[in-house]
């Protein structure tokens, strides 16, 4: 079946760059998104890469697909403290409306002042 | 955007009761909701994939008869869950499915989530 993996937790001080890793298995996947989780909240959609795409940029927001090793990593630049969050990949596979997202299992992203 | 709301946001219920979530899409039709359940520092688990008008269909491993769902209208959809236990108590949250004109088919939508704790 399908599984996505990511790094459990990143620290990083204000003001670097983070970079968030998932690994993913389907190769069917379409789309991939990245997710953001503030404590006690729900998930808010920061981006998202079509399969077919190498990188997306979005603001502070770098995303690299490699499709051949099934890599995908979130790159966040100028980190703040309000980036401070779990951070949670997703692929959607083939198939339209029917198909469901597979999350993967979180990245804990500390930022230290 | 589109905006999901969730009521309650939090709920303490007595082991052995029922607790009804609404998932209410605010400014948009949803056909499909989804009901996922999230435990400490974990992923979030898909539970069940609600059509409206239609019968949920729930993954493995999910009770049906347990975590009732009801989808009535193309803006809410119900997770009821039955004769609640503490191992219920999670962070349920659900989403809605909207139709987008762009080269994204399909976006989901997350609401804010409810913490059921089941003393």
């Known amino acids: 079946g399908e599984d996505v993996e990511q790094s459990l937790f990143l620290s990083v001080r204000e003001g670097d760059s983070s970079v968030i890793n998932c690994t993913y298995t389907?190769?069917?996947?379409?789309?991939l998104y990245w997710y953001k989780q503030e404590p006690g909240a729900g998930l808010q959609l920061l981006t998202y890469?079509?399969?077919?795409?190498d990188m997306k940029q979005d603001q502070r927001l770098t995303v690299l697909l490699n499709k051949k090793d099934k890599h995908l990593s979130l790159r966040i630049a100028d980190t703040q403290t309000g980036d401070s969050a779990i951070y949670f990949c997703?692929?959607?596979?083939?198939?339209?409306?029917?198909?469901?997202?597979?999350f993967g299992t979180g990245t804990l992203l500390a930022v230290q002042p | 955007g589109a905006v999901v709301s969730q009521h309650p946001s939090w709920v303490i219920c007595k082991s052995g009761t029922s607790v009804k979530i609404e998932c209410r899409s605010l400014d948009f039709q949803a056909t499909t909701m989804f009901w996922y359940r999230q435990f400490p520092k974990q992923s979030l688990m898909l539970m069940a994939t609600s059509n409206e008008g239609s019968k949920a269909t729930y993954e493995q491993g999910v009770e049906k008869d347990k975590f009732l769902i009801n989808h009535a209208s193309l803006t809410l959809s119900t997770l009821t869950v039955t004769s609640a236990h503490p191992e219920d108590s999670s962070f349920y949250i659900c989403s809605a499915r909207v139709r987008l004109g762009t080269d994204l088919s399909y976006e989901q939508y997350f609401g804010p989530g409810t913490r059921l704790t089941v003393t």
């Open positions: 890469i079509f399969s077919n795409m």
């Open positions: 997703a692929e959607k596979g083939y198939g339209g409306a029917t198909n469901k997202l597979i």
């Open positions: 389907d190769s069917s996947s379409t789309y």
